[in-house]
């Protein structure tokens, strides 16, 4: 790795953070949903745009080298493991409150088979095949990036589709989770169940949709945090077992039905 990219990594995310943190929280008002924007959000819109193709020149080509990517990815869970700290430090606090409603966080995982149930007909139904496979088995975070890589490698046509959700929840996902619960708050879902919601297995998403549920209602925000960071420790470590044992067999049943025995079907077997 050239030593001067490094440190033009190092200097371009300082610049990042520091406008996005400048920039601050903002709040718009569409109708009557009041939509939070986080500092997070606008850090991604600027690396997005910086990162295109056609303005990869001169500087920004330094910072863009392929040695930089490959790192930035690379080391991710190391930037990432803060954060789990994090979650546990936030849920402490609220222990006894989280045991009395357990069992509702243990039912919750079996909405990680909505991927399955949803996401697969509408993939198939888009032309997709063994690429649905990888792409519907979750929401494309570690775990299911992990599983599909042992079963098929991340070159096959399972590994393409898995590998294309999580880039596209990557550059999206906490854009989207940090606006689409502010507005569910304002249709009127409880504040603790938006809060459950948000651990969905992706520590940025989670983020983002428990910080915008804060700033809107500040108040709650020990609350918020705490159920929010139980709910993705739970995802993180009971959703491997939903999705190996109840996600995969049942994307492999309905795979089958809705290709009607295929080559492709079999392929995917």
Sequence with gaps: MKKNNFIYLIIFALLVVTISEMIGFQSISIGGVSIGLLPLVFAILITMILGLNILRKGFWKKVYSKENIEFAGKYLILIMLPLMARYGADVAPKIVDILEIGGIFLVQELGNLGTVIFGLPIAILLGLRREAIG???????????????????????????????????????????????????????????????????????MSASSASLVAQVPEMKSTILAYAATSQLLTSFLGTFTMVFLAAPLQQFLYRIFTRGDQHAKRAA
């Excluded at 096959?156 to 569910?184: C, D, H, N």
């Design 135 to 205: 792409a519907t088995l979750g929401i494309g975070r570690e775990g299911e990036l992990a599983y599909i890589s042992e079963k098929y490698t991340l070159d096959s046509k399972e590994g393409r589709g898995v590998l294309s959700l999580y880039i596209i929840g990557t550059l999206f996902g906490t854009i989207f989770f940090s606006i689409f619960a502010p507005i569910l708050l304002n249709f009127g879902f409880r504040v603790e169940a938006l809060a459950m919601a948000s651990g969905v297995g992706s520590g940025s998403m």
